[in-house]
């Protein structure tokens, strides 16, 4: 039984063989830069793509960041639960965390529901969810679109997009390319997989895998139902990010990343400069129990680390002699900041 149940997991254990493929999507950004280069001369000039946001400078020495995401997968979960609110926050979060990167504020949001035949009450939802994530970015909720495509989506299908705008100082902003070598990194934890890597987690734990049910209780998590770790709102960072920003003098904030889809090292080596990467220490803090659940669901550590976020669902990269003082400050936020790696050397 056992035999046969690892060559089962062999088989789709990996994000690519569960239908989304990292690499693939990795030469899309670069197909559209190459795009963009091509046409140079023919947009306004702005700051390049494939970073965690968009800068647009407006004049007068400041300039507009500006995001899109969606929730990916992690709908179908919210559907089979009857749950639609938190993932009104999770579109909010994973959009504003983006924008923060840069150590901009968020000023206003934008939501777009798509689905078969609006059902008024799961919408209702969605909004207050919505809100609830405004709320907590002090971002206004400036307008969206909610359309009705039958045919395109199956019944009761659905889709939501969402798109953070907010503003920064051209000299405060933050890109990366002041990290150095040796720098520190420290996480903040999230509160699980926020929302990457459903389609992966889905056939490891509620299809081909363990095959779970979404109100079993698996030892790894503690007493919870699976359905209510899976569902659980992704985190919002906004109020710690501006925070740690705003004292520049004491901690010099040289780079900060939202950890999405690809994993920490990956997100964080979205910042470096060239010549550096993040060397990750994943022993530095304690695994939220849904990872270990995939871990005995036959996900392999290389690929965890390759797809989720592992329990740390943002970063900020200072200098050494920085990381004291601002786990200390981060701590005052009521946050259990953990310093799991710092900037490396490639030898390029």
């Known amino acids: 039984m056992e035999a046969s149940l690892r060559e089962g997991q062999d088989r789709f254990m990996n994000y690519r063989e569960s239908g989304v493929d990292i690499d693939a999507g990795d030469a899309w950004i670069e197909a559209i830069k190459g795009a963009l280069r091509r046409r140079k001369g023919e947009l306004p000039e702005s700051g390049g793509i494939g970073g965690f946001c968009g800068l647009h400078s407006i004049g007068g020495g400041r300039s507009i960041a500006a995001c899109t995401d969606g929730v990916g997968t992690k709908l179908l979960l919210g559907e089979a639960l009857g749950e639609y609110r938190g993932l009104g926050q999770d579109l909010v979060a994973m959009s504003v965390n983006d924008l923060v990167t840069c150590g901009a504020s968020p000023l206003f949001f934008l939501d777009y529901i798509a689905c078969d035949k609006l059902d008024a009450a799961m919408a209702g939802e969605i909004i207050e969810g919505v809100i609830d994530g405004c709320a907590e970015s002090r971002c206004a909720l400036l307008g969206g679109e909610t359309a009705e495509l039958p045919g395109l989506y199956p019944p009761g299908g659905f889709d939501l997009a969402g798109f953070a705008v907010g503003i920064v100082d051209n000299e405060r902003i933050i890109d990366g390319s002041g990290i150095r070598e040796g720098d520190s ?54 109020r710690q990010a501006l925070a740690a920003v705003a004292e520049t003098a004491a901690f010099s904030v040289r780079g900060m990343a939202h950890v999405t889809g690809g994993g920490l090292a990956a997100n964080i080596d979205r910042l470096m400069p060239e010549g550096l990467s993040a060397r990750i220490d994943y022993d530095a803090w304690d695994r939220p129990g849904i990872f270990a659940l995939l871990r005995r669901a036959g996900v392999e550590e290389a690929e965890m680390r390759r797809v989720f976020n592992l329990g740390i669902g943002f970063v900020f990269i200072v200098p050494e002699e920085a990381s004291d003082s601002l786990t200390g400050f981060l701590r005052g936020l009521d946050e259990a900041p953990a310093t799991i790696g710092r900037a490396v050397n490639t030898g390029r």
């Open 185 to 238: 990194i420290i996480g903040l934890k999230s509160s699980g997989l926020h929302s990457n890597g459903y389609s992966l987690t889905r056939r490891a734990l509620t299809e081909d895998g363990l095959r779970l049910a979404l109100v079993a209780r698996p030892d790894e998590l503690g007493g919870e139902t699976l359905g209510e770790a899976l569902i659980r709102p992704t985190r919002i960072y906004v």
